[in-house]
């Protein structure tokens, strides 16, 4: 049989079987949130991964060509800055707008 050991000092009282279940039940959580954490730490990772390879996959195909023939890509890139404020957005570099035209996802 188990020992319980109960300490009563007027209104309060200590129980040793209580505080070791609720330890246990706060380890409990504790190890339940660091596994969902884990888990949604790998699900970023492996859509991040799909993204990449499919980034890849896609400027495997020779698009540069086309790329260095589009003399608007500049005047594009010139009206995003002179309209920034407007359009409330943030500076967009030479590249990033190369891949935006390439990759519309």
């Not at 279940?21 to 959580?29: L, T």
């Not at 799909?50 to 005047?75: F, H, I, K, R, S």
Request: with cysteine; proline share 2%; net charge neutral.
């Amino acid at each position: 049989m188990v020992d319980v050991l109960l300490y009563v000092n007027g209104d309060n009282f200590f129980s040793h079987v209580l505080h070791r279940v609720k330890g246990c039940r706060a380890a409990r959580e504790k190890e339940l949130k660091k596994r969902r954490q884990e888990a949604l730490r790998q699900a970023k990772h492996s859509k991040e991964l799909e993204v990449v390879c499919w980034d890849e996959q896609l400027m495997a195909q020779n698009n540069g060509a086309l790329l260095t023939t589009m003399w608007e890509l500049p005047a594009i890139g010139h009206f995003i800055y002179l309209t920034l404020n407007c359009l409330n957005i943030s500076e967009v570099s030479q590249y990033e707008l190369e891949r935006i035209l390439l990759l519309p996802q």
